[in-house]
């Protein structure tokens, strides 16, 4: 890993952003030249991993720290996926299939040629909610990454349940027949998928990243919490007609501008969704209260934003009792 030029003597704080190899380097350099000790961070995820680390480097800069991200993310990818691209590659290192991530590299490379702090993995958000569908994968990645990476700081990362007017929810069962049985509501599938992370994560010796359990605090807020527009009708809006979305954790209704199309995206997060997931990873990798940070991305209202930073703060409170998170200070 190359070093990045200190910035000379400035008022505040500047970051700087390198991409090397697939690594995402962000350093804060204060007044004086201080300089925070680095965070090396390896996400093994998908979307939902990325929304959630979207504003990690504005909040790690904003609490005096230098973060580095690499990523192993493929879109929709299970943990099931992820280990076949483990098996591919080490059956045939030349076989692209098992070359999944950035600059085409395996998770073999990514795992040896840096030192990380921390990794990270998750369950494909569909999945989440059915505890069959994480084993022998999660132990399998678990051990991959132990094997290379024995110091590093292994967290599951509960990701959340979709948005309550969500054409479908997540995997409940697979039944005797094969078919496919889904969670009825957001509610189960957050408690469903809840269950399932905090059991692997038992299993495993390694602690949670409770974005899941934040993200269910804020939906089934009254006052805050999302809810539909029933005034709204789909069939017969025309563009730009939106829903009512306020307070919306996912990305919600949007027009699609290649196809004109009125489209509901009620997985993915919205920026204050990712602002949430951020504020919750923060204060699980730094082990200080997000509620003392200042950042707040564009767009969202000041009153939403400190609400949202107290109850990521009250998340991990409650959340303090699985060991890893013992440690922090919040």
């Not at 697979?174 to 692997?200: F, H, N, P």
């Not at 974005?211 to 807020?221: K, M, Q, Y």
């Not at 306020?246 to 509901?264: A, P, V």
């Amino acid at each position: 890993m190359k070093k990045i030029a200190e910035v000379g003597c400035m008022r505040g704080a500047v970051i700087t952003c390198l991409v090397l190899a697939g690594v995402m380097v962000f350093s804060s350099v204060f007044a004086g030249g201080r300089k925070a000790d680095t965070l090396r961070v390896l996400l093994i995820g998908n979307s939902f991993s990325k929304n959630a680390s979207t504003y990690l480097p504005q909040l790690a800069e904003n609490g005096g720290h230098v973060l580095v991200i690499g990523r192993a993310e493929t879109g929709g990818c299970p943990l099931e996926k992820h280990w076949r691209f483990v098996q591919i590659h080490e059956q045939d290192p030349e076989n692209p299939e098992g070359r999944a991530y950035w600059a085409k590299k395996p998770l073999k490379a990514l795992l040896t040629e840096e030192k990380w702090d921390v990794v990270t993995m998750q369950q494909y958000s569909f999945f989440s909610s059915c505890l069959a569908t994480y084993e022998p994968y999660a132990r399998n990645l678990y051990d991959y990454v132990r094997k290379f990476q024995p110091e590093a700081r292994i967290l599951i990362h509960q990701t959340w349940a979709y948005r309550t007017d969500a054409p479908r929810f997540g995997l409940k069962e697979i039944d005797a027949s094969g078919k496919q049985v889904k969670c009825t509501s957001d509610k189960e599938m957050w408690r469903l998928s809840r269950a399932a992370y905090r059991k692997v994560a038992e299993e495993l010796g390694v602690g949670v990243i409770p974005v899941g359990d934040a993200f269910w605090a804020v939906c089934s807020d009254p006052k805050y919490g999302y809810r539909v527009d029933e005034t709204f009708d789909r069939k017969t809006a025309k563009a730009p007609e939106l829903p009512v979305q306020t307070h919306s954790l996912h990305k919600g209704y949007f027009w699609d501008k290649k196809t004109g199309k009125l489209k509901l995206d009620a997985n993915h997060a919205s920026p204050a969704g990712c602002y949430l997931g951020g504020l919750v990873w923060y204060g699980v990798l730094f082990g200080e209260s997000p509620a003392r940070l200042t950042f707040v991305p564009e767009g969202i209202p000041a009153d939403f934003a400190s609400y949202l930073r107290k109850t990521a703060q009250k998340t991990l409170k409650n959340n303090n009792k699985h060991k890893d998170l013992k440690h922090q200070k919040l």
